[in-house]
T-cell receptor, first 112, second 114 residues
Framework: SQTIHQWPATLVQPVGSPLSLECTVE??????LYWYRQAAGRGLQLLFY??????ISSEVPQNLSASRPQDRQFILSSKKLLLSDSGFYLC???????????FGSGTQLSVL | AQSVSQHNHHVILSEAASLELGCNYS??????LFWYVQYPGQHLQLLLK??????LVKGIKGFEAEFIKSKFSFNLRKPSVQWSDTAEYFC????????????FGTGTSLTVIP
């Protein structure tokens, strides 16, 4: 069976510090991978998605970047965090565009 | 264990039929509730949300949901479905008791037959 792992669950970082959130999927190959953000009072916002290794599409220009160094690994990064980067980050995967989405457990990021 | 439950995994309806998708949660305290939809080949988008106030929430495309606190439920409804409503529907909960983590149900696949 397929599983998705996302860590850490919570993170408190000072403004200007770097960020690295990791997401891995097990039990499948060549998944479509996604990073979403839930900001306070809003719905989920798609940040990045990837249909293959090294293929990243950005939906919203911002202070963040994403990388896919391996088939089942998706990393969300920032060189210098801003206060506005605070929020809940969710990783997700699916086999193809027409199939169901599966979510990780999320990371609550607080930038102070 | 705390969870978000969507009991209907796959629903098939004819056009013009009424829809109700169940969502129950087990988190205590103040909760924010959401319904998301994923149309075939598209990304996830927000249908509606409940934060406070009127427990009957109106969303896009004629959808509505009712928050019943005593039943820990937030069921999604639409009086008359269309073929274009064929999609995957996700219920989600955000609770202060869980450190503001955001939890999704497993989703309900809706197929509307023309």
């Amino acid at each position: 069976s397929q599983t998705i792992h996302q860590w850490p669950a919570t993170l408190v970082q000072p403004v200007g510090s770097p960020l690295s959130l990791e997401c891995t999927v097990e039990g499948t190959s060549n998944p479509n991978l996604y990073w979403y953000r839930q900001a306070a009072g809003r719905g989920l916002q798609l940040l990045f998605y990837s249909i293959g290794i090294g293929q990243i599409s950005s939906e919203v220009p911002q202070n963040l970047s994403a990388s896919r160094p391996q088939d089942r690994q998706f990393i969300l990064s920032s060189k210098k965090l801003l206060l506005s980067d605070s929020g809940f980050y969710l990783c997700a995967w699916r086999r193809s565009l027409n199939e169901k989405l599966f979510f990780g457990s999320g990371t609550q990021l607080s930038v102070l | 264990a705390q969870s978000v439950s969507q009991h209907n995994h796959h629903v098939i309806l004819s056009e013009a039929a009424s829809l109700e998708l169940g969502c129950n949660y087990s988190y205590g305290g103040t909760v924010n509730l959401f319904w998301y939809v994923q149309y075939p080949g598209q990304h996830l988008q927000l249908l509606l949300k409940y934060f406070s106030g009127d427990p009957l929430v109106k969303g896009i495309k004629g959808f509505e949901a009712e928050f019943i606190k005593s039943k820990f439920s937030f069921n999604l409804r639409k009086p008359s479905v269309q073929w274009s409503d064929t999609a995957e529907y996700f219920c989600a909960v955000n609770s202060e008791n869980t450190g503001n983590q955001f939890y999704f149900g497993t989703g309900t696949s809706l197929t509307v037959i023309p």
